[in-house]
């Protein structure tokens, strides 16, 4: 009996170090591309190269490297696209020619988007980040279009 033990011991043993070995196999073929460099994290340039390309359409620097864009050329008439820190939070904004526009915005850690004017405006388009803690804690702006350049004005009347 106790040889008997043994050999089923030693079978069981024997088919764990298979499944395992035929499982690291498997994952060595299957995920290859998982830890190939093109999943390796972009840098802060290239994130910024990346968002640019995707905002104002055109192709850039990077795509001589390989990379596609994922949307058409831009039309003829380009909009002038820029990238303004505020202390609440992050405002992307364009001049399509005089007329402005908040593309985007992203609240820091402790804010949130409270309000922005969609699409191209008139004469100023306007947005609003909030304090979560201290809902009078507010950062207003204006971006406006001078000679079709983008240009955030903060609103201090508060």
Not at 74 to 100: D, E
């Amino acid at each position: 009996m106790n040889r008997r033990t043994l050999l089923v011991a030693a079978g069981w043993l024997g088919a764990a170090v298979l499944a395992v070995l035929v499982g690291l196999g498997a994952i060595s073929v299957i995920g290859n591309g998982l830890t190939s460099p093109e999943t390796r994290p972009l840098s802060a340039a290239e994130v910024a190269d990346e968002l640019a390309r995707q905002i104002t359409g055109s192709p850039s620097a990077s795509a001589g490297t390989g990379a596609r864009p994922s949307s058409p050329p831009a039309p003829a008439t380009t909009a002038a696209t820029r990238t303004f820190p505020t202390r609440a939070g992050t405002v992307v904004g364009r001049c399509a020619g005089t007329r402005p526009e908040v593309v985007s915005m992203s609240p820091r850690q402790g804010y949130e988007l409270h309000e922005q004017d969609r699409g191209p405006q008139e004469d100023d388009a306007e947005g609003e980040f909030r304090g979560l803690g201290d809902r009078a804690d507010r950062v207003k702006f204006e971006i406006v279009c001078p000679g079709g350049v983008p240009t955030l004005v903060e609103d201090h009347d508060d």
